[in-house]
């Protein structure tokens, strides 16, 4: 039997009139069938008392309700009645369009028994519904709209023995396409058919009728199957068989996660430049960067400041995680959306897993100390870094020289010196090349250059000895008192990332002789909590084992609890390769921005003074 004909006995196109004569029910709450959502009897305390006594309820909408209650036996369940499990912001509108004249007979379940007893005293043509086993013949449909995949999975279990041929299931639910095919299998051994059927559009659209339903399922059932939907949806699309409905509706959703992070993060932009989002939005929202995040969900639902669009945090890290599943199920790869997928799970921290999806793009804004909804063109905006403390971050780590010391870049021109005074003119390389080196272990930029222009490696040790010993008299000489000193702010910002519960640490391509008298001289020594320097784990930057030392001295875990702060391109990466939640680069020494942003700075900052705790 094809999945069509299990279904010819069904009229979809024309519903049930919706009036069905109550069962009559006299004496006691005993007669009332149970009501147990997860096994509780939500009558148990009302079961066994004498309804007179009840008398003065008898009004209440939600009392008529339970004396309503039908009990499935002498009906036809071959009427076009329809199970409903799940009743939450999107599940409540569906119902409400169902049962929209010409309505069909809905019968309703939900966890929360207020939602049920509230809908239907609302609903004139809906009945509460048991879906444990002892609930009897079912509905010809059964609706489902749940939190998750495995939640769908509960109520086919506890439903599976009484799904007679020829049931239609229909999973609404924004879930897993792995398991809508095992699903699938299970009710086909029982001649029924499920269907997975992707939601887009929100309670809005489930109100209006607007919604799009990407739908998973054989052809030869889809014609059938769309015309129950278009109760529902405007736009009815499938998608391929079954479990394509849930995979493109993951998709959909990670994708738009990506969109409103990368929305939100570019109008944070321009709120610290002084545009406001209202200005901003009319211009993008008529040119290529426009998405659904530009035109609906921020200024409909950020701007106002309401939150209220009806789709919880929770269900959109679910659904970005199942399109990640799925991306890895078929052997893709997919940097940029599993990075969108971290940053809402690094905001997810701050926020309640119930919140509105749309505060994303509040928490985006407060990282920024600004708010995304600026009503009010400001100029002259100084740019400050994200809050380290609201990052997750326990460890901030600083290079020395051109990051926190301000040595006017002695120490590139010492290595310059002796490379001419000990190679005669026979090493030559160009600014490029040199510049590339900035940031790592001096002896190491000594033996490449050196080794390039043929020198024995003696020759080598003895350039890094002058180098050492002019360095020394560069820093330390009483000629040269007060040639290295602090960058302005530095001690500021180290107090405050201590007192914030942050640890401070130092790490450099000098050796101990040098940085050890650098703290000292600079009155460091217990202001920090901890230095490395190179010859300390045996390779210097962009190889991560200086930072990988600190993590470990601080009993740091998670390299994304680290910060990593410098004035080149290798200390950027040197933090990438670490695995730094927070990588930015400072004006104050040997690179320019585009080096750090070409090597992955998160941030680049004029100095360490705009660092916040």
Not at 283 to 312: C, K, M
Not at 400 to 413: H, K
Not at 487 to 499: A, D, I, M, R, S
Not at 590 to 599: I, K, N
């Amino acid at each position: 039997m094809s999945s069509c004909d299990r279904l010819n006995h069904l009229n979809l196109q024309k519903p049930a009139p919706g009036k069905f004569q109550p069962t009559q029910r006299r004496g006691s709450t005993r007669n009332l069938p149970a009501c147990r959502p997860n096994g509780r009897d939500l009558l148990g305390p009302f079961r066994g008392i004498r309804f007179e006594l009840l008398s003065s309820f008898s009004h209440h909408p939600l009392f008529r309700a339970f004396l309503q209650l039908p009990t499935m036996s002498g009906r036809n369940t071959r009427d076009l009645d329809i199970l409903l499990v799940g009743l939450g912001s999107l599940g409540a509108q569906l119902a409400r369009r169902l049962a929209a004249p010409p309505g069909y007979v809905l019968f309703l379940h939900d966890l929360d028994p207020s939602i049920v007893f509230n809908l239907v005293a609302e609903i004139p043509q809906s009945r509460p519904f048991d879906v444990l086993p002892s609930s009897g013949p079912l509905p010809p449909v059964v609706l489902t709209c749940l939190p998750n995949s495995n939640d769908v999975g509960e109520v086919l279990a506890a439903l599976l023995m009484h799904i007679e041929p020829g049931t239609l299931w229909l999973d609404c639910t924004s879930g897993d396409p792995i398991k809508a095919k095992e699903y699938a299998d299970t009710l086909s051994k029982k001649g029924a058919t499920f269907v997975d059927v992707g939601i887009s559009g929100g309670p809005r659209g489930a109100a209006d009728g607007s919604l799009t339903a990407m739908v998973g399922c054989p052809e030869d059932l889809f014609n059938t199957v769309q015309v129950f939907l278009r109760r529902m949806a405007k736009s009815v699309v499938r998608c391929g068989e079954t479990g394509a409905g849930h995979a493109v509706k993951a998709v959909n959703n990670i994708l738009m996660g990506a969109n409103l992070v990368a929305a939100s993060e570019g109008l944070t932009v321009l709120s610290k430049y002084g545009v406001k989002a209202t200005d901003a939005l009319a211009t993008i929202n008529q040119s290529s960067g426009r998405s659904w995040a530009t035109v609906n969900r921020i200024p409909e639902h950020v701007l106002p400041g309401t939150y209220d669009y009806g789709f919880q945090l929770s269900l959109l890290r679910k659904d970005m995680l199942t399109a990640l599943r799925l991306a890895s199920g078929t052997g893709t790869t997919t940097p940029q959306l599993s990075n969108s997928f971290r940053v809402v799970e690094q905001l997810s921290q701050k926020l309640s897993p119930t919140s509105d999806h749309t505060r994303l793009s509040q928490a985006i804004a407060h990282l920024q100390s600004t708010e995304v909804l600026c009503q009010t063109s400001t100029s002259n905006v100084v740019p400050k870094s994200p809050s380290m403390r609201a990052l997750g971050i326990k460890l901030v780590v600083f290079d020395c020289a051109g990051t926190i010391i301000d040595e006017g870049a002695l120490v590139y021109n010492a290595l310059e010196q002796v490379m001419r005074r000990a190679s005669c003119d026979r090493i030559v390389y160009t600014a490029d090349e040199f510049s590339k080196w900035h940031g790592a272990n001096k002896i190491e930029v000594l033996r490449f250059f050196g080794s390039r222009a043929g020198m024995a490696g003696d020759e080598i040790q003895a350039m890094y000895a002058d180098f050492l010993a002019t360095l020394n008299t560069g820093y330390f000489s009483p000629e040269n008192k007060g040639a290295v000193k602090l960058f302005p702010g530095t001690l500021e910002v180290f107090k405050e990332l201590q007192e914030a519960g942050i640890k401070v640490c130092l790490n450099t391509g000098y050796p101990h002789s040098i940085a050890d008298r650098l703290l000292e001289v600079l009155g460091l020594e217990d202001k920090i909590d901890g230095l490395v320097v190179a010859e300390d784990v045996g390779m210097g930057r962009p190889y991560p084992y200086m930072m990988q030392y600190l993590a470990r001295m601080h009993q740091i875990m998670d390299m994304r609890q680290v910060a990593k702060i410098g004035d080149t391109a290798r200390d950027i990466e040197e933090g990438r390769f670490a695995g730094c939640g927070f990588v930015a680069g400072v004006l104050t020494g040997a690179d320019e921005a585009d080096d750090h942003l070409r090597a992955g700075a998160d941030l680049v900052m004029n100095s360490i003074a705009d660092l916040r705790a």
